[in-house]
Structure formats: structure tokens, C-alpha cells
């Protein structure tokens, strides 16, 4: 019996160190429109990401982490459901995929389960800090249905929508070619309109009513007051930061707005250092209005661009020397990301590259060519997984739910597809394979390509059904319209598909042909199959960016409480004078 005990003793140590381990603390840092060219983990010899580096020698590299959308608001749905944005109605059949204004009604269904439900059920303190683009009301300004909060969040502090030029005074408009289309071009049909009458009426080829005249002049000031009515209420209506369900800046300040955001998510961890914890670190960086502090504005060899990846990386350096000094980096699992490729079309309009680098790979954010798609994925937990580690497999954003809910004792939901996969497996190196045969790639709501790695084979298919037409032609984006569209004139569809074996070709430069792969036609027989089963699964779903959802409502504008109409307050600073 005495001999038994220190056996029982070692067993119940062993259990409990492998529930400890089992259940880490969790922290998904989600960069915006960060180019897998831009860390030097990732081959960039220019930028200096020392932090983003050391993360990756500490852990694991995927080299093919994929995007189940190259757009912000599909894409983050996709990976806080595990889903492919379309299950949940949050991908768009219009031009415009994301939301660009926050009383808006659409955004993430209540009946979707987010991993920070799950883990919240799990007893885990969850936070989201930065950036959210998934919507904030359904009825009332008050109901707050789509709020961080309302999808198992114990805490919020950040943007409700996401960085926009028109946030920051003098970087431009992200809506140049709505004005055209609505403004300007009315304006100048209503100018030549009243000149035509004016002259006929001089003339005497035709009487025109003094009322007529009247009439076009008032129509030409109607649209002139809304315009710049639009241009002067935008901001401070749309760029706010808040905490929980409160709006604590409206407009937002871009004054050291990364410290603000990385001394948020200290203070979260520090506040959970005796439970486990899910931390979901949303930068702004590096979508555009691009912004840096003092210590980092001009200091890098790209311009300002280069300046916000470097405060960037500098912020994760903070969060891991944090782990380090409260000794939890054995135990917790942290992730890097960005939501889709680099916005290869950001130009100034002082013609400065605003936008970052997909490295060797073609397009970029809005299309599903690699550069759009295929984005840095880091993983590290020291206890658990080998540093130094790359994998080449195919994996996605949407793999991060099944993954951090099995780590928390999460049972998955049953009542629907889940299309992510675990990747322990692949992190321990218990298996070699991703459990990803097809993965789909849409633009909006389109079905755009196919991926399928077959078993037991090294290649890697894709199929693309159709692809953007580039403008000007022979470059590498749609810089006429700022960002490719997913259908009509700005497509070419293909029949039969293009194909190319990324394993081979991964700048995506030469097509297969019937004479140059001999199963041409058995590949693409196959990659269709797929497509259709997948399709099949789909049921119809309320689609969040119908324009009754898209468009701004009055009723659902959040306004900070002030005089008239400038919803404008500062309770940052007022809160940091009180705490002198």
C-alpha cells in the first residue's frame, strides 16, 4: 500500500500538469492587411520585425496559411466561426464586401457561436482589443446584437468598423469613385443641362420657365449640401473607439493609438494571470489611414508604411516580454496573422505606396491570386511545440476555431459545419498531412477557385473559375477602381477552369494546358465534384450586406452625448487628467 502512494501521487501530478497543459492561455494577434512579404520571417530584408521574428524561431511558420477571404469583413467572420463567410451571410453579392458604416444593421448573426463563446463557456476571461468590422446593431442603437460582447467577449476596447482614409483628416476618401458616380458626374449633367436651356431660351428656340431654372438650381445645391454633409458628419459618426457598449472617443485620436490599444491588452493579461484567458489583439496596422507614434514615424526605409509594420511589431514585443516577466509564456499559445494579403492598388494621392508586399506572390487583397490569400500564420507554446518548426501544408484562419476549442474542453457545435480543422496534430508533428483535401476560395459570395491536395501526392491543384481583369492591363491589381470586383465586366470566366499546381508554380505565372498535364480533364473532373458537394451544403441565409442591411440608418447611429449634432467627446483624456 506505501509503495502505492507516490505511484497515485505521480498520477494525479501527471493528470493535472496534462489538463494544465491541455488548457492554455490564449492570445490571436490579427494584423490588417499585412503582406506576407513584409516580416522578415518571411524573407523581408528591409523591415525590421524583430518581434514578429522571434515568434516565429519559438514556434512554428505555416508557409501556406490561407485566408478564407481576401476581405476584412469575410474573412475575420470566417475566422472567429471556423465557417466559410457565406454559411453566415457574410459575404456580399454587390460591389462593396465590407461594412462602411457603423449604423449599419447587418453583421454577424446571433446564432453564429464565435470560439470566444465557446471558451467563455469554458470559464476562460475573454477580450477582444482593436478591431472588430463585424457589425454592432440590429433594431435599436441599444441592442447592440452583433457587438463583440454579444458573441462571448467579456470585454471590448476598439473600433466597432475599421480604419478608413476618411478617419484621418487629409488622407483622402475611400468613396472617390462613389462621388464620381453620384456627385460629380450628377453636378456636371445638371451644369450642362442648365446651360443648354439657358442658351436655347437667349435664342428664342425655346421658352424655358424661370421655374425650370429654379428647379436644376436647387436639384445642383440639394446634391452639393448632402455631399458635403457627407464629407463633414462621416468622421465623427463613424471613426469612434469604445470600451464595452460606451463610446469613450468620438472622432477617434490616432495620438499613440497603438500604445493605447497594446497597454489595454497588458492590463487584460495582467488582470488573468490566475485564469486562463483568451486575448484577441486586433491591430489597426497597417490598413490604411497608415499611422505611427513619435518614436516610430520615419525611422523605417519604407516610408510610412514601413513605420507602422515596425510600431506594429514593436507592440508584439511588448506582449512578450509581458509573458516573459509574468512567467506565462510556457503556458499560453499565441498566433500571428493578417485578415488577407496586402492592398497592392493603396497610392497616396501624392502617389506614395501605401500598401505592403505579398513577397513572390501575384495580386493581392480583394482577389484570390495567392497574394491575396495566402498570409503569415505563426504559432507558439513553448510546452508544447517544437520551436524552428515550417510547415509547407495548406491550412486556414478558419482552423483557429477547432484548434483553441478542443485546447479549452470545448465540445464543437453539432447543429452545423464546421469547415476549419484542428492543427495540433500537424503542430506536434503527430501527423504530416493537413486534413484539408479541398479548400474553397470565394470572392464575396462568388465561388472563385479551388484548392485540392490529394492524398498521397505532393501537388497542389487550383482551379480558378474566374479572375479579376487587371487595369491598367499587364499590372498587378485593379487600380482603376481601387480594388477588384468579384463579377461582371471586371471578370474573365473560364471555361474549363485555369489550372496551375501551386506546388510548382506559386507565382501562379504558367496555366496548365491538356498538353502540358496529361490529367488535365480528370483534375478539373474532380475539383468540380467538389465544388457541387460543397455548394449543396449551403442553405439559404439572410444576407447581411443586402442594401437594407448595408446602408446607414439614423436610428442606429451611436453619438457620444454632446451639443448639436458634432458627436464629438474625448473621455480618454478627460479620465487621464482625473488619474493625476
Not at 145 to 163: A, D, Q, V
Amino acid at each position: 500500500m506505501k509503495m502505492k502512494i507516490p505511484f497515485l501521487l505521480l498520477f494525479f501530478l501527471w493528470e493535472a500538469e496534462s489538463h494544465a497543459a491541455s488548457r492554455p492561455n490564449i492570445i490571436l494577434v490579427m494584423a490588417d492587411d499585412l503582406g506576407i512579404g513584409d516580416p522578415g520571417c518571411y524573407g523581408n530584408k528591409t523591415i525590421r520585425t524583430p518581434n514578429i521574428d522571434r515568434l516565429a524561431s519559438g514556434g512554428v511558420k505555416l508557409t501556406q496559411h490561407l485566408a478564407a477571404s481576401p476581405l476584412c469583413t469575410p474573412s475575420r467572420a470566417a475566422f472567429m466561426t471556423g465557417r466559410y463567410p457565406v454559411r453566415s451571410g457574410m459575404a456580399s453579392w454587390s460591389r462593396t464586401g465590407v461594412f462602411l458604416f457603423t449604423a449599419s444593421s447587418g453583421g454577424l448573426p446571433t446564432n453564429e457561436i464565435t470560439f470566444a463563446k465557446l471558451l467563455k463557456d469554458q470559464g476562460y476571461s475573454t477580450a477582444l482589443i482593436g478591431k472588430w468590422h463585424l457589425g454592432m446593431s440590429c433594431h435599436s442603437k441599444t441592442d447592440f446584437c452583433h457587438h463583440p460582447l454579444h458573441h462571448g467577449f467579456n470585454y471590448f476596447y476598439g473600433i466597432s468598423l475599421t480604419n478608413l482614409r476618411d478617419c484621418k483628416p487629409g488622407e483622402g476618401s475611400v468613396f472617390t469613385t462613389g462621388f464620381k458616380r453620384l456627385v460629380f458626374l450628377p453636378l456636371q449633367i445638371v451644369g450642362v443641362t442648365l446651360l443648354t436651356l439657358a442658351a436655347l431660351n437667349c435664342l428664342g428656340l425655346l421658352h424655358v420657365p424661370l421655374g425650370v431654372f429654379f428647379s436644376l438650381l436647387f436639384l445642383a445645391a440639394l446634391i452639393l449640401t448632402l455631399f458635403l454633409g457627407f464629407l463633414h458628419y462621416f468622421r465623427p459618426l463613424n471613426c469612434f473607439m469604445m470600451r464595452n457598449y460606451e463610446i469613450i472617443q468620438q472622432p477617434m485620436s490616432y495620438d499613440n493609438l497603438t500604445q493605447r490599444l497594446t497597454v489595454e491588452a497588458a492590463q487584460f493579461i495582467q488582470r488573468n494571470t490566475e485564469t486562463p484567458f483568451l486575448l484577441v489583439l486586433s491591430y489597426l496596422h497597417v490598413h490604411t489611414a497608415l499611422f505611427s507614434s513619435n518614436d516610430f514615424a520615419g525611422k523605417s526605409q519604407h516610408g510610412v508604411y514601413g513605420d507602422a509594420v515596425e510600431e506594429m511589431d514593436w507592440s508584439v514585443g511588448q506582449i512578450l516580454n509581458l509573458l516573459d516577466k509574468l512567467r506565462l509564456a510556457n503556458d499560453t499559445l499565441i498566433y500571428f496573422t493578417s485578415d488577407q494579403g496586402a492592398h497592392v492598388e493603396e497610392v497616396s494621392s501624392k502617389g506614395e505606396i501605401h500598401g505592403g508586399s505579398n513577397g513572390i506572390y501575384k495580386g493581392g487583397k480583394a482577389n484570390n491570386w495567392e497574394g491575396g490569400i495566402r498570409v503569415p500564420g505563426i504559432l507558439r507554446w513553448p510546452r508544447v511545440i517544437q520551436a524552428g518548426q515550417k510547415i509547407d501544408e495548406p491550412t486556414s484562419n478558419m482552423d483557429i476555431f477547432p484548434t483553441v476549442a478542443k485546447l479549452a474542453g470545448a465540445p464543437l457545435p453539432e447543429d452545423r459545419i464546421v469547415d476549419g480543422r484542428d492543427l495540433m496534430p500537424l503542430l506536434e508533428g503527430k501527423s504530416q498531412r493537413s486534413d484539408h483535401e479541398f479548400l474553397f476560395h470565394y470572392c464575396n459570395a462568388y465561388l472563385n477557385a479551388v484548392r485540392w491536395h490529394p492524398q498521397n501526392s505532393t501537388s497542389i491543384w487550383k482551379a480558378f473559375f474566374f479572375t479579376p481583369n487587371f487595369n491598367p492591363v499587364g499590372s498587378n491589381g485593379c487600380f482603376a477602381t481601387h480594388v477588384c470586383f468579384c463579377f461582371g465586366s471586371y471578370v474573365t470566366h473560364h471555361d474549363p477552369p485555369l489550372l496551375f499546381d501551386i506546388s510548382k508554380d506559386p507565382r501562379e505565372r504558367n496555366p496548365l494546358t491538356p498538353a502540358s498535364e496529361p490529367r488535365f480533364y480528370e483534375i478539373l473532373k474532380v475539383i468540380q465534384e467538389a465544388a457541387d458537394r460543397h455548394t449543396q451544403t449551403l442553405p439559404e441565409v439572410p444576407d447581411q450586406f443586402s442594401w437594407n442591411n448595408f446602408l446607414w440608418k439614423p436610428w442606429l447611429q451611436l453619438c457620444c452625448p454632446s451639443t448639436g449634432l458634432s458627436c464629438q467627446c474625448d473621455r480618454e483624456k478627460q479620465d487621464k487628467r482625473l488619474s493625476r
